[in-house]
């Protein structure tokens, strides 16, 4: 069976970190686009790929509004991949439930953060953690 369980997010002041971790069990390399969206109260129809990455060749995407302060990576085992993203110096504007997702049809990691939705057969993704950031 196929889960995503993130982990890490929390209240964190303006210019603090945070590392959230996304494990990934039942794991194949059929589902080899992995990335982290994030979504505002309120926005509920406007996720935001933030971050993916191709766990085969380790290529990445970061959305403008991250580029330069998150860091996506991830950690292979049998059946099981640990997805993480470092984030720092977090804003107000990063404020929202960051979820792990993962798509079976996506080519690229860009792809998979630009074009991926969660009404697609081929997509899997976890509930979710909130990240806060207040001062």
């Known amino acids: 069976q196929v889960q995503l369980v993130e982990s890490g997010g929390g209240l964190v002041q303006p210019g603090g970190s945070l590392r959230l971790s996304c494990v990934y069990a039942?794991?194949?390399?059929?589902?080899?686009?992995v990335g982290w969206f994030r979504q505002v109260t309120g926005k509920e129809d406007e996720d935001e790929g933030v971050?993916?990455?191709?766990?085969?060749?380790?290529?990445?995407?970061?959305s403008d509004s991250v580029k330069g302060r998150f860091t996506i990576s991830r950690d292979v085992a049998k059946n099981r991949l640990t997805l993480y993203l470092e984030m720092s110096n977090l804003q107000p504007e990063d404020t929202a439930t960051y979820y792990c997702?993962?798509?079976?049809?996506?080519?690229?990691?860009?792809?998979?953060?630009?074009?991926?939705?969660?009404?697609?057969?081929?997509?899997?993704w976890g509930q979710g953690t909130q990240v806060t950031v207040s001062s």
């Open positions: 971050s993916c990455i191709n766990v085969g060749d380790g290529s990445t995407y970061y």
């Open positions: 997702a993962t798509s079976a049809e996506m080519p690229t990691a860009q792809m998979m953060c630009t074009r991926w939705a969660k009404s697609s057969p081929f997509s899997i």
């Open positions: 039942g794991f194949g390399l059929d589902q080899n686009m």
